[in-house]
T-cell receptor
């Protein structure tokens, strides 16, 4: 069963426009949620994470995400994107499946054009 | 701070050849992981190690073996490479586990493997 669903495989947007990357998860127990960014030919870098507390989480590079328990979502937003934000973004959930690990969505490619 | 270091960064293998991907972390983490990344598939867990001396299978372990040599190092071996193993391989480590759940994981830069 898919634990994390990223609804868009690719999101094209113009520079300085707002963007939202969508992520939904499925779990019957509480989870920790993450967004990672991968720039071309690079490893994964943590953007932000939700463990507990405030449902609005602020991350690096002006990104933020909101945890919505009733809708089981953790959408990533930025009010104004830059060309340099072009990258692949992965939503991940921390589950215990007999072992502790992160389970990733399939990724969303954000393409920012001038 | 090196964090998680993977070698090599790039490799081309012929079908049937073997090789070992190396991973080392300098953060004194107990847990280490090997993932593979394929287009449109996200990252999938191959093997993990919860502590030195223990390893277990993840989602896609077939065709791979691992060794947790010590607390720092976790290697991934392809005994007889196949074209289906063409992928980008990431090593990760973590020591933040609360209630059985990872609270943060750190990733290496990846190994881009092509099997021809």
């Amino acid at each position: 069963a898919q634990s994390v669903t990223q609804l868009d495989s690719q999101v094209p947007v113009f520079e300085e426009a707002p963007v939202e990357l969508r992520c939904n998860y499925s779990s019957s127990v509480s989870v920790y949620l993450f967004w990672y960014v991968q720039y071309p030919n690079q490893g994964l870098q943590l953007l932000l994470k939700y463990l507990s507390g405030s449902t609005l989480v602020k991350g690096i590079n002006g990104f933020e995400a909101e945890f919505n328990k009733s809708q089981t979502s953790f959408h990533l937003r930025k009010p104004s994107v830059h060309i340099s934000d072009t990258a692949e973004y992965f939503c991940a959930v921390s589950l215990y499946k007999g072992y502790s690990t992160l389970t990733f969505g399939k990724g969303t490619m954000l393409l920012v054009s001038p | 701070n090196a964090g998680v270091t993977q070698t090599p960064k790039f490799q081309v293998l012929k079908t049937g050849q073997s090789m070992t991907l190396q991973c080392a972390q300098d953060m004194n983490h107990n847990s280490m992981y090997w993932y593979r990344q394929d287009p449109g598939m996200g990252l999938r867990l191959i093997y993990y190690s919860a502590s030195e001396g223990t390893t277990d299978k993840g989602e896609v372990p077939n065709g791979y073996n691992v060794s947790r040599l010590n607390k720092r190092e976790f290697s991934l071996r392809l005994e007889s490479a196949a074209p289906s193993q063409t992928s980008v391989y990431f090593c990760a480590s973590s020591d933040d586990v609360v209630g059985g759940r990872v609270t943060e994981a750190f990733f290496g830069q990846g190994t881009r493997l092509t099997v021809v």
